[in-house]
Each structure stands twice: as C-alpha cells, then as structure tokens.
C-alpha cells in the first residue's frame, strides 16, 4: 500500500512538472513562451527571471516526482525480499 501511494504522489508531481514546464510565462504583459520553448523576439532580459524561476520549479518537481518513484520502487523491492527470506 505504501508503495502505490508513494508511486502515486510521484507520478502526480512529475505531471505537475511537465504542466508548468510547457506552460507558458507572462512578465510585464508579454508572453515569454515555456521553459521548454522561449518565445521568438523577446529580449532575454525581459524573461530571464521569470523563465530561470520557472525552470528550478520545473526540476524541483521533477527531482521530486523521481526521488518519490524510486522511494517507490525501493519500498516494493525490500517487501518482495522479506517475503522471500525465511526469519
């Protein structure tokens, strides 16, 4: 049960990640595109804060969502070998 619910949480903020990352990014009324995608023409001193802020949310929720997986994975795998192993 652990294991789906940590499993869960981390697929739920990788998805979260993936929103904002292809989201687009507004500063002073211009659309600086997505952290994937800059817009074409904007100057990069309009957006840069804006984008780089963006872009350590984006990898907050993706190192997150992965470490949850992978907490995850371990869990099943330790619960797998002890009902294996004779005690």
């Known amino acids: 049960m652990l294991s789906r619910v940590l499993g869960a949480v981390g697929v739920l903020l990788l998805i979260v990640g993936a929103v904002f ?3 687009p990014v507004h500063a002073g009324g211009d659309s600086c595109g ?3 995608q800059p817009d074409k023409g904007i100057t990069p001193m309009q957006c840069d804060t804006r984008l780089s802020s963006r872009g350590d949310l984006v990898t907050g929720f993706g190192a997150g969502g992965a ?4 907490a995850a994975l ?3 795998a330790i619960r797998d070998r002890r009902a294996v192993a004779p005690s």
């Open 21 to 23: 990352a292809v989201r």
């Open 67 to 70: 470490a949850f997986i992978a």
């Open 34 to 36: 997505s952290v994937f």
């Open 74 to 76: 371990a869990v099943a």
